[in-house]
């Protein structure tokens, strides 16, 4: 499938601002990005216009890094976690949403093999961890968590104030995007107070998640991504947004639909190669292809797709109200107005 940029010259969407350079940042989870840039179909497409393509992962400046969270990098794509993207957004960054991706994955409330607790009611009065990352711009591991923690008492009707919330201070590095081994062991320190019976329960996700269950002969009381109701299923991870700076988006949409139209891409040449599929997410997550297949399931080659369906939508409203009422972030917005359809549609139709 050859993606050319004619349909959008015709059409007037090339502005003459000159771009010689665009970033790329991507969450160490599953995306269309990972599928794209392992297969090199992102650094092909830019090539060709003398544009280059640079990862904030091979940066050695923590400014440039830190971009992967506060979104302050001109020419920044972002695929990811929705918390630090919202986050971003409340703290006055202009970026827009142009697509949202949603693979389902392993998240579950856990407890020890040898726990009186056996199921969520059995929650009442009892210790749940909670992580705590110091001095973090946002705190993404506590909001992840707390929101996982929040939906499996609510679906045993209880509310957080049923338990007790015992912080766990993390050194998860500020950049852990930065390695796939760093984030493989995502969830050990709150697996190491489960251990030593200092809490009862923990909150898990993902390839990593499923690694440290496994790993300390831990057990579920609950998998959300079970759950018939997508909104229960909501969490960082559900829905991921591709973002990009508002400039970038207004002044040149032909690059910003040429770079949805490669993910869009990646994600229909995933449907027809799930084996290498979960070799990539197995590496873009720290973890081997066996447990990716395991943690995110064999729909998941099959769930790359763009879009911006009212269900993802409201997903993501429903997450960033979460973040408000938590105190995790202190601005509200409009999701509505964060939201530009328009590179998408015209990803679709270079794509035709």
């Excluded at 703290?91 to 991706?101: I, M, Q, S």
């Excluded at 973090?136 to 609510?154: H, K, N, P, W, Y």
């Excluded at 447990?291 to 429903?318: H, N």
Aim: proline fraction near 5%.
């Amino acid at each position: 499938m050859t993606v050319t940029t004619e349909r959008l010259a015709t059409r007037e969407f090339e502005k003459s601002s000159s771009v010689d350079e665009l970033w790329y940042t991507r969450c160490p989870v599953p995306t269309a990005s990972g599928i794209a840039l392992d297969l090199g179909l992102l650094r092909d497409e830019f090539a060709t216009s003398g544009i280059v393509l640079r990862s904030i992962r091979d940066s050695e400046d923590p400014r440039v890094n830190i971009s992967h969270f506060d979104h302050s990098l001109p020419g920044l794509f972002r695929e990811g976690g929705n918390i630090p993207a919202i986050w971003a957004r409340s703290e006055g960054r202009d970026t827009v949403t142009v697509a949202l991706t949603w693979i389902d994955e392993y998240q579950a409330i856990v407890v020890r093999a040898d726990s009186d607790i056996h199921s969520l009611a059995d929650l009442r009065g009892r210790r749940i961890g909670l992580p705590r990352q110091e001095g973090q711009r946002v705190d993404f591991a506590r909001a992840m968590s707390l929101r996982g923690i929040e939906t499996g008492l609510g679906i045993a009707g209880l509310h957080l104030a049923d338990s007790e919330l015992v912080d766990i201070t993390s050194d998860q590095p500020t950049f852990a995007v930065a390695a796939g081994v760093a984030n493989g062991r995502f969830h050990e320190l709150e697996a190491a107070a489960l251990a030593r019976g200092e809490v009862d329960a923990i909150y898990v996700k993902g390839a990593p998640g499923l690694g440290t269950v496994g790993t300390h002969g831990l057990r579920s009381l609950i998998n959300l991504a079970e759950q018939d109701d997508p909104l229960l299923r909501v969490n960082n991870g559900n829905p991921r947004p591709v973002t990009v700076d508002r400039r970038t988006a207004l002044e040149r949409p032909d690059l910003v639909a040429r770079y949805l139209a490669v993910l869009l891409r990646a994600s229909h040449w995933a449907q027809g190669h799930p084996a290498e599929v979960f070799d990539i997410i197995g590496k873009e997550v720290g973890r081997s292809a066996d447990e990716a297949r395991a943690a995110y399931g064999s729909a998941a080659p099959r769930s790359f797709g763009l879009d911006l369906s009212d269900v993802r939508k409201r997903g993501l409203a429903s997450q960033k109200d979460f973040l408000l009422r938590h105190g995790f972030i202190v601005r509200d917005f409009d999701v509505a107005g964060w939201i530009n359809p328009e590179p998408l549609a015209l990803a679709h139709e270079l794509l035709k």
